[in-house]
């Protein structure tokens, strides 16, 4: 049921982002590729502190099981204690597949992405899934992760 609302939501922000929303601004999408390239290799180098630098201080990070996190140190905590699990990354990434700016300040970013891995007794295992993120321009006019819906 949670993964069927969720790709309603992201329907929902195609949907809508396509009959009301405008380009996305070059500064966002400067920051989204950015954070979306460095996604992998800071998981292979269980880096999270990379991983959460794009996010807010109090952006929420909503899990595949609907588990609300919030905060960017709580949300470092969640992959860092992901990384127990992950002895090796094999292979995965980030497939943007849209940005819709919603007005001057906040963007939407939707697709799909995951990571194959391998544990501690070798076994492989993949996670992948669809993904919404929400962006916001701050006061200085940087770009940062409010919201991040995986699904």
């Known amino acids: ?26 500064g966002a999408m400067t920051a989204i590729v950015a954070a979306d390239s460095e996604w992998l290799d800071a998981m292979r180098q269980h880096d999270a502190a990379r991983i959460v630098a ?32 992950i002895v090796r990354v094999l292979s995965g990434g980030i497939v943007q597949e849209g940005t819709r700016a919603v ?7 939707w697709g799909h992405g995951g990571l194959t891995y391998t544990d501690s007794t070798s076994a492989e295992h993949a996670s992948y899934g669809p993904y919404l993120t929400v962006w916001r321009r701050n006061r200085t006019g940087k770009w940062l992760i409010v919201r991040n819906l995986v699904f």
Request: hydrophobic share 40%.
């Open 103 to 109: 007005n001057d300040s906040l963007v939407f970013e």
């Open 1 to 26: 049921m949670l993964r069927f609302l969720g790709l309603m939501l992201v329907l929902g922000a195609r949907t809508a982002c396509a009959q009301t929303g405008s380009p996305t601004p070059s």
């Open 54 to 85: 794009p996010y807010d201080d109090d952006a929420v990070f909503i899990t595949g099981d609907g588990t609300a996190i919030r905060g960017r140190d709580r949300i470092a905590d969640l992959y860092r204690t992901r990384f127990h699990k």
